[in-house]
């Protein structure tokens, strides 16, 4: 099992790191969703999302997540053969959570490719995005 850190990681590049672990085999939890950054200029990605989720419809979908972590699991599905059985079985390893939670405290995380740095780039963290569509994270941090 390998857990990553989602902490400064660009959304996209972290997908496709996740989604080229699961085929492979691994199971793979990723923590801090919540602090993953997507590129961009800040307006134009938060209405991106914003129009995504309001694309959907109640009964008839397509159904667009809110929080944080279901984002990033629905970023790597999108990089899975998903419509096929070995594709949701390879969508069933990868698991998302907000924060750290408690079974993950000693577990050693690994971290992704490097082209991550954030220092000349425009982003906004997934966080901010989630809470533009319109997630209002508990108290508690999950």
Request: glycine share 10%; no cysteine; charged share 40%.
């Given at each position: 099992?390998?857990t990553v850190?989602?902490?400064?990681?660009?959304l996209?590049?972290?997908?496709?790191?996740?989604?080229?672990?699961v085929?492979?085999?691994?199971?793979?939890?990723?923590?801090?969703?919540?602090?993953?950054?997507?590129?961009?200029?800040?307006?134009e990605?938060?209405?991106?999302?914003?129009?995504?989720f309001?694309?959907?419809r109640?009964?008839?979908?397509?159904?667009y997540?809110?929080r944080?972590d279901k984002?990033?699991?629905?970023?790597?599905?999108?990089?899975l053969?998903?419509?096929?059985k070995r594709g949701?079985e390879?969508?069933?390893?990868v698991?998302t959570?907000l924060?750290?939670?408690?079974?993950?405290?000693?577990?050693e995380?690994?971290?992704?490719?490097?082209?991550?740095?954030?220092?000349?780039?425009?982003?906004v963290?997934?966080g901010?995005?989630?809470?533009?569509i319109?997630?209002?994270p508990r108290?508690d941090g999950?």
């Amino acid at each position: 099992m390998k857990t990553v850190n989602a902490e400064d990681k660009v959304l996209g590049r972290l997908a496709s790191s996740i989604a080229r672990s699961v085929k492979d085999g691994e199971e793979v939890r990723v923590v801090n969703s919540e602090k993953a950054v997507v590129s961009g200029d800040e307006a134009e990605v938060k209405d991106e999302y914003k129009t995504r989720f309001d694309r959907g419809r109640r009964d008839t979908g397509p159904y667009y997540p809110k929080r944080p972590d279901k984002i990033l699991k629905r970023t790597v599905r999108g990089m899975l053969p998903d419509h096929e059985k070995r594709g949701r079985e390879m969508h069933s390893r990868v698991k998302t959570y907000l924060g750290v939670p408690s079974e993950f405290d000693e577990v050693e995380e690994v971290d992704v490719k490097e082209g991550d740095e954030l220092q000349n780039r425009n982003y906004v963290k997934l966080g901010e995005v989630s809470r533009h569509i319109g997630w209002t994270p508990r108290g508690d941090g999950n």
